[in-house]
């Protein structure tokens, strides 16, 4: 009896060995996550750099869950994003933690992201001069005090140009030629970022509209989908 309890043992032994070798084997390396914003802002963070301390107040700057705008689906909810930039920059930005990588791994993240915007699509206009820019980064992105001006912490690039951790998916026009609301598709295409998790194998993804001109934005995130393929 005993010794058909050992062989039991060890045939279970090695079926659940074979069942966990399967399991890490069949371990999709492409992961997607989709923000819709129907129930509630998905833990998405909403921030804003490059600006004088002394600005802030009148700089107003929001984020909130909303309805899109009507002539778009009022029915709908999105994360709307609003601030005035005084100056020559401002960068807003939203942010999400994701965690459960694996820390040996490189992943590449690429974006798709749908926005609500009322720029008129024409030459030389302000939604040509907003940049929106989408990547990823080790370290959660902040915003950084330094004599009296808020810098960014991650490298997002010149307002015009990628930076190593963030990449312009494209301007804000809205692909027609008069000022209403439209939904538009941006994505990362080709240049998408590359990004190690950190010792506990978590990421930061951030979306932003780095601004060059005095101008208040509303912008509506309708969706942003973010795909990340290990390396």
Known sequence: MKKYLTWAKLV???????????????VN??????????????????????YNRSDTTK???LMERDSLPATIDSLKFSLKMQATNLND??????????IGLNPEKTYNV???INIGTNY?????ATGRKISLKAGASATEPVKILNGGYY????????WNVDGSEMAILGDVTNGVGKVVYQLVNRNSSSKNISVKPDANGAIW???GEDVSESVKTILYYDNIKVTLTEQ
């Open 110 to 112: 690429s974006f798709d």
């Open 12 to 26: 279970l032994l090695l079926s659940l060995y074979g069942c966990s070798g399967e399991k890490r084997n069949d």
């Open 89 to 98: 920059s401002m960068f807003l930005f939203l942010k999400k933690k994701i």
């Open 205 to 207: 993804i951030c979306v």
């Open 59 to 61: 700089i107003a700057f």
């Open 151 to 158: 810098n960014l912490s991650i490298k997002k690039g010149l």
């Open 120 to 124: 008129p699509d024409l030459a030389n």
């Open 29 to 50: 390396p492409v992961r997607t996550m989709i923000s819709e914003f129907e129930d509630d802002t998905e833990d998405w963070i909403g921030d804003y750099a490059l």
